[in-house]
Structures are given as structure tokens and as C-alpha cells.
């Protein structure tokens, strides 16, 4: 079990997606939280941007895992790819229980998820397994996958649908460099324009706070969610760790 103060996770579809919040995920990580990814499917279905011709199931999840695994070591967090068998997400059984392991085991004060309405299908299905998991993973039942956590925050982050009217702001300038690097480094061409656009969208947002670079997300509060004074103290200290 996870006996840290502060424990951030970020859950996403693809490996590459932490690169959303990467510039959050390195800044929370110097600033002592224990910093973690879980990618629900290992991408079988990408290839990098300059591949001509194409590659087998084995060979892009070997090199989108390599690739996964340079990221977070270059931003300083942990990331787990969960294997999929399928070529897409299903958010069956088997999908959500090993999520709700998962998070049962890291025990994370902060929870960012994919945006409800982002561009890619994906994204929003992960949106949908991360909020079920949660709820699961809250609850005194399937206690066979670990103990129910309770002081948990969930957040949603920009995609490159964006937020509509973000609640929290982080400033990402003393780490956007090491994002940027940490992106070309580990993941080249594969995410070509898409880089460029990210770059550009944290710079508008810096720039709705008066900072250079700015990442930001939407507090999530599903019907079933109670905010606890644990996780009141989590997103105040995670806000502050800007």
C-alpha cells in the first residue's frame, strides 16, 4: 500500500496522452507527490507518424511501451499500460476491475481524467471506465481488490475539445521545457502537429492567469461523490503546489 502524503494519477487511453498534463504531472512530481499514469489500452492501433508502411500488433506496443516508459521516466512519475487484448476499448468487466485494483493499490489523493467530450472516442470511453472504477473503487465492496480509498479528488483535463470554463488553473512555466523536451525526446514524430497545438493551447491558458504556460482542469462531482475533508486538503495542496 501506497503511504505517501500526496499521490496524483493520471488515467488515459493511449500511451501519449500523459502529454496532456505532463507539465502538471512534472511539477506535482518536484513538488514531492507521487506521480502515476495508467494507460487503459497499450494503442495497438498507432503508429508513429513517419511509419510508411505498417507495423504489427507486437511491434507498435513494444515501441509505443518503450516510448511510454522514457516519458515518465523523464517527467519523474510511474506509468502502467494496462494490455488490452482487443483493438479497442470495451469497458467490460475485466476493463474496469483491473482499474479498480489499480487505484486501490496507488491509493491517489488526486484522479485526472480525459475530458467527457473530447475528439476521440477513446478519450471518452475512458472517461466513462475511470468514473465507474471510482465509484467502485470508493465503495465497501469487491473488497478481494484491495481496501476502499475515501480522501480522492477527480479532475478532468483539456483535450483538444477544451474545457468550457475550467475551475482550476496550474502554472506550468517551470516545467514546460521539460515537457517539450520529455515529448521530442521520447515520442518524436508520432505526435507531430498535436505537440505544436498543446504548446500553443498552455500558452493561451497561461495567459488567462498572467503566467507564460498554463494547464488546466474542471473538478469532476458525480451524483454519487462526496468530497471529503481529506480530499479538501489534497486539491488545496495540489492548487498550491503552482
Not at 515518465?72 to 482487443?86: E, V
Not at 478481494?144 to 468550457?164: P, R
Request: charged letters at 20%.
Amino acid at each position: 500500500m501506497n503511504t505517501n502524503k500526496n499521490t496524483i494519477m493520471f488515467i488515459g487511453a493511449h500511451p501519449d496522452d500523459e502529454t496532456q498534463v505532463a507539465g502538471t504531472l512534472a511539477l506535482m512530481s518536484k513538488r514531492g507527490f507521487d506521480v502515476h499514469s495508467y494507460i487503459t489500452t497499450p494503442g495497438r492501433g498507432g503508429k508513429p507518424n513517419n511509419a510508411e508502411t505498417s507495423l504489427s500488433d507486437d511491434l507498435v506496443i513494444e515501441e509505443r511501451k518503450k516510448e511510454a516508459n522514457a516519458f515518465a521516466q523523464a517527467i519523474g512519475m510511474t506509468t502502467y499500460i494496462y494490455d488490452n487484448k482487443t483493438q479497442f476499448l470495451e469497458n467490460n468487466e475485466q476493463d474496469v476491475l483491473a482499474l479498480v485494483k489499480y487505484i486501490r493499490s496507488v491509493r491517489p489523493n488526486i484522479i485526472i481524467v480525459q475530458h467527457s467530450q473530447d475528439y476521440h472516442f477513446e478519450h471518452r470511453q475512458t472517461n466513462s471506465l475511470v468514473l465507474q472504477a471510482i465509484e467502485i473503487a470508493m465503495r465497501s465492496m469487491l473488497l478481494e481488490y484491495g481496501q476502499k480509498i475515501k480522501d480522492c479528488v477527480i479532475l478532468e483535463s483539456d483535450g483538444l475539445n477544451v474545457l468550457g470554463n475550467p475551475s482550476i488553473y496550474i502554472d506550468i512555466t517551470s516545467t514546460q521545457e521539460l515537457k517539450k523536451k520529455a515529448i521530442a525526446m521520447a515520442y518524436g514524430e508520432r505526435l507531430g502537429d498535436l505537440a505544436r497545438l498543446d504548446e500553443g493551447l498552455s500558452m493561451a491558458r497561461g495567459g488567462r492567469i498572467g503566467v507564460a504556460y498554463a494547464e488546466c482542469f474542471q473538478l469532476v462531482n458525480p451524483p454519487w461523490y462526496r468530497m471529503t475533508h481529506g480530499a479538501a486538503v489534497a486539491l488545496a495542496e495540489f492548487i498550491q503546489s503552482s
